[in-house]
Nanobody, 123 residues
Framework: EVQLVESGGGLVQAGGSLRLSCVAS????????IGWFHQAPGREREGVSS???????TYADSVKGRFTISSDNAKKTVYLQMNSLKPEDTGVYYC?????????????????WGQGTQVTVSS
């Protein structure tokens, strides 16, 4: 059974940092791209960052220079280090797995999803 479990969310002041983790199981980790998505209150889910063994990493313009994605293949875990957080970064963060292995930011490319972790940035 494919599972993606996010953790690391919480409440932080603007300018602060959080590190999210996504632990994967039930599939061959190296074959997939893993992406992080953000859903702000009342808005659609948007791609934040993605990483794959074959395709490297990519970021949305809104997080470039602030967020860093990394992967520990031995632990089947992808991290999202979020620095210089802003109130507009508030929302639920989901990780997802894409069988094509292409590091994309489009939601439709992804096959499996985690339940999400809440991030709240206070001003």
């Amino acid at each position: 059974e494919v599972q993606l479990v996010e953790s690391g969310g919480g409440l932080v002041q603007a300018g602060g940092s959080l590190r999210l983790s996504c632990v994967a199981s039930g599939f061959t980790f190296d074959d997939y791209a893993i992406g992080w998505f953000h859903q702000a209150p009342g808005r659609e889910r948007e791609g934040v960052s993605s990483i794959s063994v074959d395709d490297g990493s990519t970021y949305a313009d809104s997080v470039k220079g602030r967020f860093t994605i990394s992967s520990d293949n031995a632990k089947k875990t992808v991290y999202l280090q979020m620095n210089s957080l802003k109130p507009e970064d508030t929302g639920v963060y989901y990780c997802a797995a894409d069988l094509t292995g292409i590091a994309a930011l489009e939601e439709c490319e992804y096959d499996y999803w985690g339940q999400g972790t809440q991030v709240t940035v206070s001003s």
